[in-house]
C-alpha cells in the first residue's frame, strides 16, 4: 500500500487535473507531496517505532493512513488534496519502518527469513508497478478517486491481522534526540523536495542548489549529532557494518536506475506508440511478475545457501543487461514490444527481486531489537532518495540529450528522433549505474557473509496459547 501509493495517481494526474481545476504548474504536488513528507520524516518513524513498539506503531500508521486516503479521496479542492497527499506521507513515515521492523524481529531462522524477505521484496519492487496498472484501471472504469479510497479496506484488513497475530510489548522510556529528528527531517526535506523540483526548474536553479546544499548541511549535523548522542535517532552502528552498509547501498543505488526506467517506459508507451493508460498499465505487468518471481522463487530460496553478495552483484548485472536492452530502439520496429520490451522487463524484474531481497535482508540483519525500526527505516530512507534522485538524474540526461540532438538534426521528424535519443541517453546511463552499484556492493560487502540470524528475544509472534515458551542461547544471553 505504501509503496504503490508513489505511483497509484500518476497515470490519473490528466483526470484529477481536469476535475479539480488544478494548473499544470501545481499538478506535481499530487504526487511530489506525498514523496516529501515520506521521505523527510522516514528516520523519526523510525525511531517512534522502537520507542512506542513496533505493533502500536503499525495501528497508529495504518488508522492515520487510512483517514488521510479518505481525505484526499473525498476532496473538493487542490489544497485538500495535497494535504490529504501529504498527511498519507507522514503516516507512511511510520508505518513503513514498523512493518518491516515486525517483519526482521519475527523471522529468524535463516531459511524461513530468506522466503519472508523474498515476499517483501516482491511486494516493495512490484508495488510501484502495481500502482500504475490499478491506477489506469481504477481511473478508466471507476473513478481516479478510487485510486486513493481503495487504501480504507486494504488498511482495515492489514488492521485486523495485525491485532490477531502480532504481540505488543511494553513502551519503553526513551529520551528523543531533539537535534537528529530535527536536523533529519530538515535535511531529508530538503533534498527531497530539491529533487522534485528539478523536473520543473532544472539543476542550475538558485531554489534547487540552495535546497540541496541546506540539505547536504543538514545531514552533516545529523551524522556528527548520532556520534555524540547516548541514543541517537540513527545509531551509526546501524550503517558502518560491512554487511548492512552494503545491504543498504544495495537497496538504495538500484533505485536510481529504476524509477527512471519508469519514467522512460510510460513516456514510450504513451507517447511514441500510443497506449491507452489501461494499455500502457497493462504493458508493465510482466516487470511486476519477473519481481515477484526473482524476490521469491530464485532469491527466497537460494539466500540461506549464498552469500548475500553473491546474489546482489550478478543480479544488478542482470537489471543492467536488460535496460542495454532498450537501447537503438525505433517506434517503427516490428513486434517492439515482444522482442525487446518484454525481454527487457523480464532481465529487469528478475534482477531486481535478485538482489533486493537479499540486500533487505542484510540491511537488517543482527541488528538488536531495539534498533530494528531504525534500521528498517534506513532501508526506507535510502529507498525514497535513489528514486527521486533517479527520476530527477534520468529525466535531465534525457532532456538535455533530446535538446542536443534536435540541434543537431533539425527536420520534419527531428522532434519523435530527438525523443528517442533522449530515452537513450537516460538508458545508458542508468545501465551504467546498475554497473557501478555491482562494483561498489562487490568491493564493500564481505564475501562470506550470510544472513545472520535475527535476536529472538524480541520475537513479535505471539506464541499459541497455553505453549511453554522456547529461550535459546541468543535471547538468554541478550537478557543477561
Not at 531504525?374 to 535531465?396: D, E, F, R
Amino acid at each position: 500500500m505504501v509503496v504503490l501509493d508513489s505511483t497509484v495517481v500518476t497515470i490519473a494526474l490528466p483526470s484529477v487535473q481536469q476535475d479539480l481545476g488544478m494548473g499544470d504548474a501545481s499538478r506535481g504536488w499530487v504526487v511530489a507531496a506525498y514523496s516529501l513528507a515520506f521521505g523527510g520524516l522516514l528516520l523519526l518513524g523510525g525511531r517512534l517505532s522502537d520507542t512506542f513498539g513496533a505493533r502500536r506503531a503499525f495501528a497508529v500508521g495504518l488508522v492515520g493512513f487510512a483517514l488521510a486516503s479518505a481525505l484526499a479521496g473525498l476532496t473538493p479542492t487542490a489544497g485538500l488534496l495535497f494535504a490529504g497527499r501529504a498527511a498519507q506521507g507522514v503516516f507512511a513515515a511510520l508505518l513503513a519502518p514498523a512493518a518491516l521492523a515486525i517483519i526482521s524481529a519475527t523471522f529468524s531462522e535463516p531459511r524461513e527469513r530468506g522466503i519472508a524477505f523474498g515476499v517483501y521484496g516482491a511486494l516493495t519492487g512490484a508495488g510501484a508497478v502495481i500502482g500504475l496498472l490499478l491506477g489506469g484501471a481504477l481511473t478508466q472504469y471507476l473513478d481516479w478517486r478510487w485510486c486513493l479510497l481503495i487504501n480504507i479496506p486494504i488498511a482495515g484488513v492489514a488492521l485486523i491481522g495485525a491485532r490477531a497475530v502480532i504481540a505488543d510489548r511494553p513502551a519503553r522510556r526513551v529520551r528523543l534526540d531533539l537535534v537528529g529528528a530535527c536536523s533529519s527531517v530538515a535535511g531529508m526535506t530538503a533534498l527531497v523536495f530539491a529533487l522534485a523540483e528539478v523536473a520543473n526548474r532544472g539543476w542550475a536553479d538558485p531554489l534547487v542548489l540552495t535546497l540541496l546544499v541546506v540539505g547536504a548541511l543538514m545531514l552533516v549535523v545529523f551524522a556528527i549529532a548520532q556520534r555524540t548522542v547516548a541514543q541517537p535517532l540513527l545509531p551509526l552502528g546501524v550503517l558502518l557494518d560491512r554487511a548492512r552498509g552494503g545491504g543498504l547501498l544495495a537497496v538504495g543505488l538500484p533505485q536510481l536506475a529504476l524509477f527512471g526506467f519508469f519514467l522512460v517506459l510510460t513516456y514510450w508507451f504513451q507517447q511514441l506508440l500510443g497506449y491507452t493508460p489501461i494499455r500502457a498499465g497493462l504493458a508493465f505487468l510482466p516487470l511486476a511478475l519477473a519481481i515477484a518471481v526473482g524476490s521469491t522463487l530464485i532469491a527466497g530460496l537460494l539466500a540461506p545457501r549464498l552469500a548475500a553478495r553473491d546474489l546482489i552483484v550478478p543480479a544488478l548485472v542482470v537489471m543492467a543487461a536488460g535496460m542495454a536492452l532498450l537501447v537503438g530502439l525505433t517506434p517503427d520496429t516490428p513486434g517492439l514490444y515482444l522482442t525487446r520490451f518484454l525481454p527487457a522487463e523480464i532481465l529487469i524484474g528478475l534482477g531486481l527481486g535478485g538482489a533486493i531481497t537479499p540486500a533487505v535482508a542484510a540491511a537488517t540483519s543482527g541488528v538488536g531489537g531495539d534498533d530494528t525500526g531504525a534500521a528498517s527505516a534506513a532501508v526506507n530512507a535510502v529507498t525514497q532518495l535513489g528514486g527521486s534522485i533517479g527520476t530527477a538524474l534520468l529525466n535531465t540526461v534525457a532532456a538535455t540529450a533530446a535538446a542536443a540532438a534536435l540541434r543537431a538534426a533539425p527536420g520534419q521528424n527531428a522532434a519523435g528522433d530527438a525523443t528517442v535519443a533522449g530515452f537513450d541517453a537516460a538508458l545508458l546511463t542508468a545501465a551504467a549505474l546498475l554497473v557501478l552499484a555491482a562494483i561498489i556492493v562487490a568491493l564493500v560487502m564481505p564475501r562470506s557473509q550470510r544472513q545472520r540470524p535475527a535476536p529472538r528475544a524480541r520475537r513479535e509472534v505471539q506464541e499459541p496459547e497455553g505453549s511453554v515458551p522456547t529461550v535459546g542461547k541468543d535471547a538468554t544471553d541478550q537478557c543477561l
